[in-house]
């Protein structure tokens, strides 16, 4: 799916608010698959504490990268999270971040808070976050020298050994739980 047809994400009030394109908060497995048909695949569950992948777009193309976006349940099977990483292989992982902060720019306006940082080293990163009245968005992009990193690739074939670290994730949350019950103001002061 290109950029020029995939609807940007929506600023969009209320329970069960705009996650991404037609991902809304609160969507369960069936929901999301039913929203992107053709595009989203169950996907196998990769579980953790609090949250796991249960369904997924591969090869989504915005702008010139292409992504995977994973969307993330929480354990009452609600959609809880959506996270995009662009395939940067042989790409620079820095022009995909700066290509996906213009795009948010332009549908969000600028970011809340931005952040830049770099170590004499070489590695650095840079991280920008949005906020809509439903989602909390974050976009980060690093890379990692060898001598930083924490974790090395080998490439068996040459023997070449890389920091194993550069990479660009956005990620959509909701700003606060859409299936959570709703206080009303009387409510909260009778206390």
């Not at 047809?5 to 069960?16: D, W």
């Not at 999270?81 to 662009?86: E, F, L, R, T, Y």
């Not at 971040?97 to 809340?112: I, M, V």
Request: charged share 20%; net charge neutral.
């Amino acid at each position: 799916m290109a950029i020029g047809t995939a609807a940007p994400p929506r600023v969009e009030s209320g329970v069960g608010g705009v996650a991404w394109r037609a991902a809304r908060w609160g969507m369960t497995v069936e929901d999301v698959l039913g929203a992107f048909p053709g595009e989203a695949v169950r996907a196998q569950a990769s579980v953790s504490e609090r949250i796991s992948v249960r369904a997924a777009i591969e090869h989504a193309v915005i702008g010139t990268h292409t992504y995977n976006v994973s969307f993330f349940f929480g354990r009452d099977g609600r959609l809880a999270a959506v996270q995009m990483s662009p395939d940067t292989r042989g790409q620079s992982a820095a022009h995909a971040y700066h290509e996906l902060a213009d795009w948010l720019s332009g549908e969000l306006g600028p970011p809340a808070s931005h952040d830049a940082r770099s170590r004499p080293s070489g590695t650095w990163s840079e991280t920008s976050s949005w906020t809509t009245p439903d989602s909390s968005i974050s976009l980060r992009v690093a890379e990692t020298v060898a001598q930083d990193a924490r974790i090395l690739a080998v490439d068996v074939r040459s023997g070449d050994v890389h920091a194993f670290a550069q990479g660009v994730t956005l990620s959509y949350e909701p700003v606060r739980p859409p299936y959570a019950p709703q206080r009303s103001a009387g409510a909260r002061g009778a206390r």
